[in-house]
């Protein structure tokens, strides 16, 4: 296995020759890139910038997840996730922003907090990247304060559903979120193999993170 341990994800990133911001949104940009390959060869790729996002997968005494009903437009949907929410709070960090989202969307604390699983949700063009964590001993609690209902959380439900139930409901194509299905399948496995209490704190190193803020500051 030796000559097997580089075979990792890694930051690696090829020089910039020209970059143009094609449409700017409210939390995402659209870029078009002219970049130098290590062959020499130059190519454009397009590719959408997100400030990252984190998910929690909130579990209970008895083995339940408190997931989301909430409609998403641009896949005409309306999915089971876990309580998320993008990373737009300056200097907040993906635990803070985690307890949050939490709290605003299922009305729920948490004192055991660990990272389950870390994921980019499609790399070939989009730059977005989710801690998925793992929030134990939960608690009823308060929606933050000065936080509004609005939009499609106006419309969304929350539900307890069983861990079982939820790798049921993936295998049979009835739960496609790539949060729900990464963050229910790597918990379904370290229940199995009895890793709860060894996964990652939940200050972990990001290596994605230090990769976008390192871009950002590049070009901004």
Request: glycine share 8%; with cysteine.
């Amino acid at each position: 296995m030796d000559d097997l341990a580089g075979v990792v994800d890694r930051p690696e990133d090829w020089p910039v020759l020209d970059r143009q911001v094609k449409a700017t949104g409210r939390v995402q940009d659209f870029v078009e890139d002219r970049v130098l390959t290590p062959s020499g060869e130059q190519i454009v790729r397009q590719w959408v910038e997100h400030p990252g996002a984190v998910a929690v997968m909130a579990m209970d005494d008895q083995g339940r997840l408190a997931v989301v009903h909430q409609y998403r437009h641009p896949v005409g949907y309306r999915l089971v996730e876990p309580p998320a929410g993008i990373l737009d709070h300056a200097g907040e960090s993906g635990v803070s922003a985690a307890r949050r989202e939490l709290a605003e969307e299922a009305r729920l604390a948490a004192s055991d907090w660990r990272t389950l699983v870390d994921i980019f949700t499609s790399p070939g063009g989009l730059q977005e990247s989710i801690r998925i964590f793992l929030a134990r001993d939960l608690s009823p609690t308060e929606r933050p304060d000065g936080f509004v209902v609005d939009g499609e959380e106006a419309d969304m439900c929350l539900y307890w559903l069983p861990l079982e139930h939820l790798v049921e409901l993936i295998y049979r194509g009835e739960v496609q979120s790539p949060t729900m299905v990464a963050g229910t399948l790597a918990l379904a496995l370290a229940v199995e193999q009895g890793r709860l209490d060894q996964l990652r704190p939940a200050d972990a190193d990001w290596p994605a993170r230090r990769a976008k803020e390192q871009r950002d500051r590049e070009f901004n």
